[in-house]
């Protein structure tokens, strides 16, 4: 079985692509998926005889969740996963978890026989997403929680809130942008902040955007 990668040395420059709409995947966090389309099984039967590694990436614009054939454009940052957890429910259907290891930039297709996409990426902008405590301090955590607090409720979303105060704040702040039901654009501004502060801020604004819109709303009708 391979190892998760410690730094992004350890990562191979040329990797697989799963191209998936409004899926967000961060640094340090977990991510279930189901796979059935057959040419992401023949993705995940190839990482399993080789690294386990994949890159998550979203498609350009907000069409089909996962968009068929090579030629629909991919956003220029994704996020590299370790496959850490399977089960084959069937022949062509998984039920994987993907570990976020750290973000990558796209820099050219690479062409090839196989069913899925492969590309080469650059690693060295995010070196400091092996860090896990990397910004901890920099997050107004009372203020993210309050905010936060009021968006699960306003959005009804689920976060296990007894759970919390064991967390570290960047565990947090991903946890979080993970789980809040933002479209795709907003997510990919998330996965692209350059520093823990300004996503915990970019998260908040969206928030509170969101919920002074439907106020503003309900007061017009």
Not at 69 to 82: A, E, I, S, T
Not at 167 to 173: A, F, G, H, Q, R
Not at 192 to 204: D, F, N
């Amino acid at each position: 079985m391979s190892i998760r990668p410690k730094n992004i040395e350890e990562i191979e420059r040329i990797v697989p692509l799963f191209p998936l709409s409004g899926t967000l995947l961060l640094p340090h966090t977990q991510r279930p998926l189901m796979v059935f389309e057959a040419r992401y099984v023949s993705l995940i039967d190839y990482i399993l005889t080789t690294n386990r590694m994949l890159g998550l990436v979203q498609p350009v614009g907000e069409g089909e969740e996962s968009p068929p054939g090579r030629q629909v454009p991919l956003q220029q940052v994704g996020c590299m996963g370790y496959l850490c957890g399977f089960e084959e429910i069937s022949e062509d259907r998984y039920m994987i978890v993907l570990e976020g290891v750290a973000r990558f930039e796209l820099v050219e297709e690479i062409h090839g026989d196989a069913s899925f996409r492969r590309a080469r990426i650059s690693l060295e902008r995010f070196g400091d997403d092996f860090n896990l405590t990397k910004g901890e301090g920099d997050v107004d955590r009372e203020q993210f929680l309050a905010v936060l607090k009021a968006y699960a409720e306003f959005a009804d979303f689920e976060l296990n809130w007894p759970e919390i105060d064991n967390i570290k704040t960047p565990e947090l702040v991903n946890m979080c942008s993970m789980l809040s039901p933002l479209d795709p654009t907003q997510k990919q501004a998330l996965l692209e902040a350059g520093t823990l502060y300004e996503r915990a801020q970019i998260l908040m604004a969206l928030a509170e955007l969101e919920m002074e819109r439907a106020a503003t709303g309900s007061i017009l009708q």
